[in-house]
């Protein structure tokens, strides 16, 4: 810990006492607000397929564990956003793999152990696989075992694992109202602030920045 100049009295008993383990701020909170660390953050059976999908993908791609789908997907109808986005918003993917360089999500890993099995589970993993399958996620589904195959694995990953989507070139038609390609709603037009295009004028997605896609004068769509 670094050296403290001119501190306070108060000051260094707070250090002190947090040096000893006490934490005043803390020690108020945790009166009150009732949480507490879970103990089974991933279950037995998710900790050891993690550790065989770390060993599969070293450091090609980032590993993620539980993620939110509202924090990987959006509802692109901002009108239907509360209905839509309450779907989502207390489901998770069991892993996710990201490009580790710009942690662009690849492609999402549910392992199925036998709740699986059961109705409600199976309407719950049928409308995940839907929201994966129209975002254009790829979502795979492993079989909970005692053990893994690494190299069968790996090359179920690699399969599954979408390339970058290419991009696409639409023209542009003088005074009229662009559609985004990826959400289906109109875009807006917008002048550049800053960059290569600065001052010149743009259409953006009204989902920004949630969605970047843009048309250009040029009539192109830059990824
Ligand atoms: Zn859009």
Known sequence: MPKQKNSEPAGCLAVILKLIGIDLGRASVGKTLPYRLTDKFLSPAELSFYHVLMQTVREEYTVSCKVNLSDIFYVSRPNENLAYRNKIDRKHVDFLLCDTKNM???????LDD?????????????????????AG????????????NVSELAELIRVNVQDKKPVVATPRI??????CPKCQIPMVQRIAAKGKQKG????????????????????????
């Open 137 to 148: 996620l790829p979502i795979l589904h492993i079989p909970a075992a005692r053990g893994y």
């Open 174 to 179: 003088p005074g009229t109202q662009h559609i």
């Open 104 to 110: 662009q999500p690849l492609l999402g890993i549910e």
């Open 200 to 223: 010149q004028s743009f259409w953006g997605c009204t989902n920004y920045p949630n969605c970047r896609e843009t048309v250009w004068e040029e009539g192109t769509i830059l990824g």
């Open 114 to 134: 036998s709740s699986h099995a059961k109705k409600k589970r199976q309407d719950r993993d049928q409308f995940v696989d839907q929201v994966f399958a129209v």
